[in-house]
């Protein structure tokens, strides 16, 4: 049974704030960063680690923390991240020194993976499958907006306040965010993997093995994490180190660890990654087509940056609001693209989305061939417009396929997997675009930065062409419970009612 439509309310407030707070705090981050490294006269590797540090743990815990909100309830795991993330980032604006800031960022870090999941878990709970769009498509218009005011109110709180209060800046947001999620009545925002009926036709249900401990897969989850550590240290670090054996060691050991890992999930009884939901054609394609995406938006934003400011030599100010319509146009495009998807189907607007990303990144290799001041003005923000319109439209169209593709009772993990997958996609993108580049500096190697991400978002392209993508009726949700059900161990017919 759905909860009353002001439940739902509650629910999407949760969501939408929950994941605001994320984006706020890593943006404003950015710009901080320089306040925070003169006056705890750190080096710039040591604040840099704040940033690593909290990529690698998140991206390391993301899927786990998922699973843990199917087993135990996505508003719970939802309260516990949002108090851990708002207490790590009070314990950051008083830090005496860098080290106590780069160990409360991992702290902040694994309460942002409890989290994050649990936003896309809840929506997923609350609402029917077949109307999953607007609700994910809300949130991702929110985070867009987040995204692009975080640096703005990050900038001014540090020019007037200092870099601490960037940091208390999300306490209010995510006090709001726990009431609300307390006020949802349990189970509104949570399916009840632990029922009977969740159990019904799998004998390696929640309940069973409960019996027998955690029911976690806790040796697949220890796998996975120090895959992901690794993969994410490993391509954070390439395009500054030095040394560029160290990542391509820590590259060789991710996938070392992640065959391993495959291994161990065929053969355990209670897979934290079931083989069934990663080769169901509603998942697994949505999710590389949405690692494509942040890839080329990433990769070319990031040698795009350094062309505004040290090629054509605008201050940080100007060069921010050359990008607003990058902004602007991802709000737009997400509530839009829910609505041609309900009526052209998903593959109608993660085709084109995708085609704009990599028409975006052409037109941005074009600008390292040297414009005038006023085309110049108009063509970057033409590019910028194309890829954030793209990427607005695919982030929201294929979320929406990955987590209503999966049954309810797996939608933190699959909630869990997009997150990763947005944590993985920037940091391979700018591994790839700096690689390009060469020995040479980003803001002048952009036309072979951005080409190489042209052609990465092309290659997401030609998958979204196969996408198995529908318009979204009322059968859209009981299909994908129907396909994900059995490896999730909930009763099909169960999970599509909710």
Request: proline share 6%; hydrophobic share 55%; aromatic share 4%.
């Amino acid at each position: 049974m759905n909860p009353p439509r002001h439940h739902r309310g509650l629910v999407l407030a949760a969501s939408i704030t929950g994941a605001v707070l994320v984006a706020v705090d890593g943006t404003a981050l950015t710009v901080a960063r320089p306040a925070l490294q003169h006056d705890l006269h750190a080096s710039v590797a040591a604040v840099q680690w704040a940033s690593t540090g909290y990529l690698v743990t998140v991206a390391a815990l993301l899927v786990f923390a998922g699973r843990l909100g199917d087993r135990y309830g996505h508003r719970r795991v939802f309260a516990l991240g949002v108090t851990g993330f708002a207490a790590a980032s009070l314990g950051i604006a008083v830090a005496p020194g860098i080290g106590w800031v780069v160990a409360l960022r991992v702290l902040q870090g694994a309460a942002g993976a409890l989290l994050q999941p649990a936003t896309l878990g809840m929506l997923r709970a609350a609402w029917p499958a077949d109307r999953l769009a607007g609700p994910i498509a809300i949130r991702t218009a929110a985070i867009g907006l987040a995204a692009a005011a975080g640096p703005l109110v990050g900038g001014a709180l540090t020019t007037h306040l200092g870099w601490r209060s960037v940091f208390l800046l999300g306490l209010l947001p995510a006090a709001a965010a726990l009431l609300a999620a307390l006020a949802v009545p349990a189970g509104a925002g949570s399916p009840d993997t632990r029922s009977p009926a969740a159990g019904r036709g799998n004998r390696h249900s929640s309940e069973h093995d409960g019996r027998h401990g955690s029911g976690l897969d806790l040796p697949g989850a220890a796998l996975l994490a120090l895959a992901l550590a690794l993969l994410v240290q490993s391509l954070v670090t390439l395009p500054d180190t030095g040394r560029p054996a160290v990542p391509l060691l820590g590259l060789t050991a991710a996938g070392v660890l992640a065959l391993v890992l495959v291994r161990h999930e065929r053969r355990t009884a209670d897979p934290l990654l079931p083989p069934a939901l990663l080769r169901s054609t509603a998942v697994a394609p949505p999710l590389v087509v949405l690692l494509a995406a942040s890839a080329a938006l990433q990769g070319t934003l990031f040698p795009a940056t350094y062309y505004l400011q040290d090629v054509l030599g605008l201050d940080p100010l100007r060069s921010a609001l050359r990008a607003v319509p990058l902004a602007v146009t991802m709000i737009l495009a997400a509530p839009g693209s829910a609505w041609l998807a309900k009526r052209h189907g998903e593959r109608a607007v993660v085709l084109p989305g995708m085609a704009l990303i990599t028409t975006g990144a052409l037109l941005t290799a074009l600008l390292g061939t040297g414009t005038g001041t006023g085309t110049g003005t108009l063509a970057i923000g033409g590019c910028f417009a194309l890829l954030g319109t793209g990427f607005g439209a695919v982030m929201a169209t294929a979320t929406t396929m990955v987590v209503r593709g999966a049954a309810a009772a797996r939608a933190g993990v699959a909630g869990g997997l997009q997150q990763t997958v947005l944590n993985i996609g920037p940091a391979l993108g700018i591994a790839l675009a700096t690689a390009a580049a060469g020995r040479t500096d980003p803001g002048t190697a952009l036309a072979p930065s951005a080409l190489t991400m042209a052609a990465v978002a092309g290659a997401g392209t030609l998958l979204a062409a196969r996408l198995t993508g529908r318009a979204a009726g009322p059968t859209a949700g009981g299909a994908a419970d129907r396909t994900a059900g059995p490896a999730s161990g909930a009763r099909p017919e169960s999970a599509g009612r909710r």
